[in-house]
C-alpha cells in the first residue's frame, strides 16, 4: 500500500546539488561529505527558480533540510536565490542519507571488492540486508521518512539525498524495493506530492 501524506499537504522535496563524490561516482552516505562542484551549485539555483514557478509564496512553506553539509548548502543556496533568509529552515535527521557503513567514499566497484559475499547478499535483499558496518537497510530508512510524513503539518519544502528520495518516491508510489532500487536520482529538479500524486518538475518544462 502507499504512503499517503496527510490530507491537503503539498510536499515538495529534492536531492542535493552534485558533489565531488557523485561526480567521481562514490557511495555518499554519512560520513563522507564532500562539497559542492560548481554545477552542483547551479543546480541548487535551478531548485529555487523552480519552486518560484510553482509556489505563489515561498515564504509560507515549512523548510527542512538534513543535517549533512551537502543538503544544507544546496538549501542555504536556494533559500538566498529567492530572497529569503539563508537560516530560515529546520533541520530533520529522519531525512538524512541511508547509513552505508564501511562503503562511505568508495566505488561499487571498490565497496564489493571488501566483501563480495556481503555485497551480493545486499545487492540481492536491499530491503532487509544492510551494507558492512551499515546501521539501515531499506525497510529502515523507510520507517524512518514513514514517520517523518505522517508529522508533516503544512505544506513543505526539503532538501534530502539520492538513497532517501528513491526510497520515498517508491513509498509514494507503492513499489517493491527493487522499483525503488532502480529509480533514478537527479538533481536540478523537483519533485511534488500532493494526494497520491507525485510529479517531477523540470525547469526546461516550464518555459
Excluded at 565497496?111 to 539501515?136: C, G
Aim: hydrophobic share 40%; net charge neutral.
Amino acid at each position: 500500500m502507499a504512503l499517503r501524506l496527510p490530507s491537503g499537504i503539498t510536499l515538495f522535496f529534492a536531492r542535493h546539488g552534485e558533489t565531488i563524490a557523485n561526480r567521481q561516482g562514490r557511495f555518499q552516505g554519512r560520513t563522507i561529505d564532500t562539497a559542492l562542484t560548481s554545477l552542483g551549485i547551479e543546480q541548487a539555483r535551478t531548485i529555487a527558480r523552480i519552486m518560484q514557478r510553482n509556489v505563489d509564496d515561498l515564504s509560507r512553506l515549512s523548510r527542512i533540510s538534513s543535517s549533512l553539509p551537502r543538503a544544507r548548502h544546496t538549501m542555504e543556496i536556494v533559500l538566498s536565490t529567492l530572497g529569503l533568509r539563508g537560516d530560515s529552515y529546520a533541520i530533520d535527521d529522519r531525512i538524512i542519507e541511508i547509513d552505508l557503513g564501511a562503503w562511505d567514499g568508495l566505488t561499487k566497484q571498490e565497496a564489493r571488492a571488501l566483501n563480495p559475499a556481503a555485497y551480493d547478499a545486499r545487492d540481492a535483499d536491499k530491503w532487509n540486508v544492510r551494507s558492512t558496518d551499515s546501521r539501515e537497510n531499506y525497510s529502515d530508512v523507510a520507517r524512518r521518512a514513514t514517520s517523518w510524513i505522517c508529522d508533516l503539518k503544512t505544506d513543505t519544502f526539503a532538501i534530502s539525498h539520492g538513497a532517501f528520495t528513491r526510497i520515498l518516491r517508491g513509498l509514494l508510489a507503492g513499489a517493491s524495493w527493487q522499483e525503488m532500487s532502480a529509480l533514478d536520482e537527479p538533481q536540478g529538479c523537483v519533485f511534488r506530492a500532493h494526494e497520491g500524486v507525485v510529479e517531477r518538475l523540470n525547469l526546461q518544462d516550464q518555459g
